[in-house]
């Protein structure tokens, strides 16, 4: 028997030569002439995450809303796998959305609300009852699939919501506050759930958040958005390590900041700050000598909140700046104004001017 020669594997296209799933260039808009998005910039990598994370009026659901092809922007421009999509309406740009409050049919059972896109795109039935019970067994619902959604829990409506948006295989699926109508309980499995199903399809996603853990837990990139500008778009690994900017640190609510005008010695300086993570400030052993690389200095209890995981204390820093220190539950208590000397290692400090 002649054998057949392998055929050499395939060569994985360049970096260079496969468009991201998603870029926006130049994003403008106004609205009521307020500038909401102000030229901005974001690409999203083929099976990427990337959390939108802002407060209330930043305008990260108005960047979204725009992708999606429910608001057009004054300028710049989006695109979809290399396809400018920016007149196309929001029918024609092949984006799955999740909102907030489900937005479920509720005449229909959990089943039909699954098969309803793909009917609607002209699928044929059998095709959409086999991507139905597909999605039915990824989100574990097979024994509610005749339920309507009013039947359901929150969590599992929401689950429902978000095989709906999967059903017609998106080119991008985006997510507004999906997760932050449920209760802590519900909320904190099914984002993780989220995540797991998101790696196993390789399913590309912008998501909207006002909270930090969600975002960081969630995305593969965080765009810090102030103003209608994203600030910084960087890994969670890189945010904790290097905000771009101060602004970015106090909204991270990670980091302590110390004036470097109210310190001494070599850590004086005339304007600016210096920034540590919050895990990053200890008290000081008395018995050790400080090391000649640490920053030390005297600080005042002036309250402690016990968490779940750990004891938050409030202190009073240097030139009456409030600072955080963690310390855990079974550590000595500590009377409200008491004096401590604490200490930060020089590796985790890091400068920023104003």
């Given at each position: 028997m002649t054998s057949i020669p392998a055929s050499p594997p395939p060569q994985s296209p360049s970096p260079?030569?496969?468009?991201p799933q998603l870029s926006v260039q130049g994003a403008k808009l106004s609205l009521g002439g307020r500038p909401v998005l102000r030229d901005i910039d974001l690409t999203?990598?083929?099976?990427?995450?990337?959390?939108?994370?802002?407060a209330s009026g930043c305008g990260k659901t108005t960047l979204l809303r725009s992708i999606a092809g429910l608001q057009a922007l004054d300028a710049g421009r989006i695109a979809l796998s290399g396809q400018d999509v920016s007149v196309l309406p929001a029918r024609q740009r092949d984006i799955g959305m999740?909102?907030?409050h489900y937005a479920l049919f509720p005449n229909l059972s959990v089943r039909e609300n699954i098969r309803f896109g793909p009917l609607a795109r002209g699928e044929e039935p059998a095709k959409a009852d086999e991507r139905a019970d597909e999605l039915l067994a990824l989100i574990d619902l097979q024994a509610q699939a005749d339920r309507l959604p009013q039947a359901l829990s929150g969590g599992q409506r929401q689950r429902v919501a978000l095989a709906r948006a999967l059903a017609t295989r998106p080119t991008l699926l985006l997510m507004d506050e999906p997760f932050s109508a449920l209760d802590e309980h519900f909320r904190l499995p099914l984002r993780r759930q989220f995540r797991q199903l998101q790696r196993e399809l390789g399913q590309s996603c912008v998501i909207?958040?006002?909270?930090?853990?969600e975002a960081f837990e969630l995305a593969d990139r965080v765009a810090v958005m102030f103003d209608g500008v994203i600030?910084?778009?960087?890994?969670?690994?890189?945010?904790?390590?290097?905000?771009?900017?101060l602004r970015v640190a106090d909204f991270l609510g990670m980091f302590n900041r110390l004036d470097a005008t109210a310190l001494d010695g070599a850590w004086r300086r005339d304007t600016g700050h210096w920034i540590a993570p919050v895990e990053a400030l200890?008290?000081?052993d008395a018995i050790r000598p400080g090391a000649a690389d640490a920053l030390r200095f005297s600080g005042s209890l002036r309250?402690?909140?016990?968490?779940q995981q750990r004891v938050a204390w409030e202190l009073d820093g240097p030139g009456g700046q409030v600072l955080t220190l963690w310390r855990r539950h079974e550590e000595a208590e500590v009377a409200p104004g008491t004096v401590l000397t604490l200490e930060i290692a020089e590796p985790a400090l890091r400068w920023l001017a104003e």
């Open positions: 260079s030569a496969t468009p999203l990598a083929r099976g990427e995450v990337v959390a939108l994370l802002g999740v909102f907030q909207v958040t006002h909270d930090r853990e600030a910084q778009c960087a890994s969670p690994r890189e945010l904790r390590r290097a905000p771009a900017n200890t008290v000081a309250a402690s909140y016990p968490g």
